[in-house]
């Protein structure tokens, strides 16, 4: 691909027409580099259906154009006819930076995507920035989240990127931005689709998603036992945010491993973490060190979780964490 | 199944002069997240027969790992290395291992980690799948089903799984909750002492010299540096009545609730 490639994509990621948050965040983020730089941003929408979407949403949030890919096997996220049509999108278009959700699909596709079209990827990059000459420059951790790196693709184009979940703020739609649907021409394009989808199953139960929560309220080996958790999802519910753990929880068994939080688990960026009975080991501070504010309850005065922590309360669990309940239910009743 | 050897990640220090991550004397392991990809081929081979083969790119240190390897199951292990894979980045490091992998030859399945613990990019795995032309299915929780030709399997994705089946051969990368990875015993370390590694090269491999190193890596790490640092900040006193008060009103205040 040439150097004259121009304008900022970003995917759609999408599923029973909800657009996915981190696709917004990811547009706003796109708008305010393609401003610094004169260029467009496009939202690409693949889907067997576009309709169910709401592409006016998509331009209030950042995109001038709206590239939507119709096809039949385009009906839900699939690696082969995903890259095959992406691939034919950016052949044909030719844009400069592509920034993908990191999504459970988005870190399927981007990987597979870049291989394929011979271009450097960033993953579960935290910040994004244009450089006039150097296009996408992207920040992402290393090591466990003990590293920043800074990553350059100098000649390859497009330049891929996939975006933590919460790293950009979710722009507020501003519904006077113009833009256009442009419809994509998939016409004998041949489409691959070797591994068949049988079956999605959801196990959150409407829960609020961890790496989506405005808060999140996490447990560790302090908590004791498993019956007891049920203190720290009550006061979850209270903030109407979603239940985390520590790994020692979920190796003892007490919480499904879905909800660990840390280098093996996940990456969390909430406005709020309250960390109940957790001490702050490295791997644990890996996926919640860049919240907004961290509130620590521990008994322990001298736990590494201190050292990190907004507010620190030293006291017993079993005391803070219901009265800390019942509190913040009369203040945002 | 691909193995990499990874510095044990909890005390890195960064060479500002450099400009890199200093990984000199840190202890060397295998990527915990292979750990259940080896784990998981040895199964497969203890139902059905196969044969396990752990490929590996990186220097001499590496062969201690892959003895490991050998010691939990596998059958056997090569090496890739060679002066010119330096400084390879993830596509580089696809192209290399597919390479590898071609002259192994006959394969059904490729079991890769998730994401290495270092870089942590989770981009060489569908790499490989798409050097090698093969299907992908990432993040495999649990493999319900496995015969000739036919593998159908669960996928984790953001809100719970799918599942899903396809055609062998076919690149797969695992997640810490397919299994629980068994040590190496003290006798097949012993074994593994004895065996040797062959190790395969740009030559070898018959690669193509502009795909590895850095004139075959797409990316450059311009920077590295240590995250913003968080100070500790108040510790909230009073009687826990008082303590929980104080909070919420500073947390309200700061428009979180
Ligand atoms: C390769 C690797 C990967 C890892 N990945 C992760 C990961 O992803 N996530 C993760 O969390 N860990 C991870 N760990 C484990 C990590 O090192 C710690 O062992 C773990 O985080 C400890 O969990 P904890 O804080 O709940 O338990 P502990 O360290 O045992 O701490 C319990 C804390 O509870 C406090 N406490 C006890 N009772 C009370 C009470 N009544 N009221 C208030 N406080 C109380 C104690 O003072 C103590 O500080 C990993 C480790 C390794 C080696
Ligand atoms: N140098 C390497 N040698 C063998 N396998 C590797 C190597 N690098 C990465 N892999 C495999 O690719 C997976 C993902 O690694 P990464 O893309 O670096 O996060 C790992 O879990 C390994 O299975």
Redesign the interface.
Known sequence: MTQEAKNIWVLVDHRGGKVANVTLEALGLARKLADASSQEVWAVLLADDAGSVDTERLIACGADVVLVAEHPKLDAYR??PY?DVVTHLVKSYEPAAFIIGA???G??L???L???L???????CVDLEWDGEKGL?AVR????????????????RPQLATLRMKSAPRPEPDTSRTGRVEKADLSGLEITD???????????GGEV?L?EA??VVSGGRGVGKPENFALIKALADA?RGAMGASRAAVDAGWVP?AHQVG??GKTVSP??YIACGISGA??HLAGM??S????AINKN?DAPI??????????DLF??VP??TE??KK??A | MCMKQVPE??E?K?DQAQNR?DTGGLTRIIN?YDTYALEEAIRIKENSGATVTVVSMGPDEVDQSLREALAMGADEAVRLSDPAFEGS???AT?YILARGIEKLGDYDLIICGRQA???????????V???LGL?????VRKIEELKEGYI?LQ?????????????LP?LITVV??INEPRLASLKGLMKAKRVTIPVWGLSDLGADPSRVGPSG???????????PP?S?????EGT??E???T??A???A?K??
């Open positions: 690696d082969d890259t999504t459970s699909s870190k399927s981007a990987p597979r870049a291989a394929r011979r271009t450097g990827l960033a993953s579960e420059v951790p290393m090591y466990g989240g003990n590293v920043l790196a800074t990553v350059e693709t100098p000649e390859a070797r591994v068949k989808l049988l079956e999605a199953v959801e196990t959150g998603k790496e405005d808060i903030c491993y280098q093996t406005k709020v490295i791997q060190k860049s907004d504010i961290i509130v005065p201190f050292k990190v922590a907004t507010y620190g309360i030293v006291g005391e803070i009265l800390l509190e913040i203040e945002t | 990640t909890t890195v960064i991550v915990p980045d993830p596509l696809a613990m270092d870089g942590s990019s989770g981009n060489v795995g569908p790499g799948a798409e050097e299907p992908q299915v990432t993040f159908r996928r984790m994705t953001d809100d719970g799984y799918e599942v899903l089946e396809g055609p076919m810490k909750e890596s797409p990316t450059v790490v311009a920077k590295v540096a240590p995250p968080r500790g900040g108040e510790i909230i826990p009545e303590q929980v008060k909070l919420v500073k947390l309200k700061q979180v609730l």
